[in-house]
């Protein structure tokens, strides 16, 4: 059941800010926005996550509008690292199940 | 260092096997799972484990089946009744069930049905 929304394909230069914007119109009050990346064959790396403020880690930075409906997802300097599929989920924090939807996320590709 | 070890990385086998996938974490967490993932598409989630000698189907786990005899280790078999089975396996686990942001997935298995 995708949740989410987000364009299939980004790219950005080298040493730019990678913008990653991601739709959840319908998420709901208890409901937390995730955001994961998976480089080619590699399994799936936790990013960030925040539930309505902002948030920022050594990674990146997540800007969440204030009604909620959609975020951000922000590197700050990408790196030819940073080339990966970037997926955007919202899931209840204190879910018993603790299970995760992955769709088909954004193929970022920072090119040099 | 800690982490999830999944093999083989790379997985042949005949129409009509089964086979096993092994997953094996020193993390210390109490849940497991397992997802598959076919080319361009996102993960599907097959079978979880929340703690030792119990797991729950998720949503494709018909020709699928999982033991959790031990907490670290989560092994998949992949029977020959899965109708399609070449894929991309990846095994994760979490402290908690519950707690989304503290997923550790392993390097995964890509099973090819020759």
């Known amino acids: 059941d995708a949740k989410t929304t987000q364009p299939p394909s980004m790219d950005c230069a080298e040493g730019r800010a990678a913008n990653l914007p991601c739709n959840h119109s319908t998420i709901s009050g208890n409901e937390y926005v995730y955001w994961y990346r998976q480089i080619h064959s590699q399994g799936p790396q936790y990013i960030i996550h925040g539930l309505k403020n902002n948030e920022t880690n050594e990674m990146a930075s997540l800007i969440i509008t204030e009604d909620r409906k959609s975020s951000t997802l922000i590197l700050p300097h990408a790196t030819l690292r940073d080339t990966a599929v970037y997926y955007c989920i919202v899931s209840p924090r204190g879910s018993t199940l603790g299970r995760l939807y992955f769709g088909r996320g954004t193929q970022l590709t920072v090119w040099p | 260092d800690g982490g999830i070890t999944q093999s083989p990385k790379y997985l042949f086998r005949k129409e009509g096997q089964n086979v096993t996938l092994s997953c094996e974490q020193n993390l210390n967490h109490d849940a497991m799972y397992w997802y598959r993932q076919d080319p361009g598409q996102g993960l599907r989630l097959i079978y979880y484990?929340?703690?030792?000698?119990?797991?729950q189907k998720g949503d494709i786990a018909e020709g699928y089946s999982v033991s959790r005899e031990k907490k670290e280790s989560f092994p998949l078999t992949v029977t020959s009744a899965q109708k399609n089975p070449t894929a991309f396996y990846l095994c994760a686990s979490s402290p908690k069930s519950g707690r989304n942001y503290g997923y550790t997935f392993g390097s995964g298995t890509r099973l090819t049905v020759v």
């Open positions: 484990s929340q703690i030792v000698n119990d797991f």
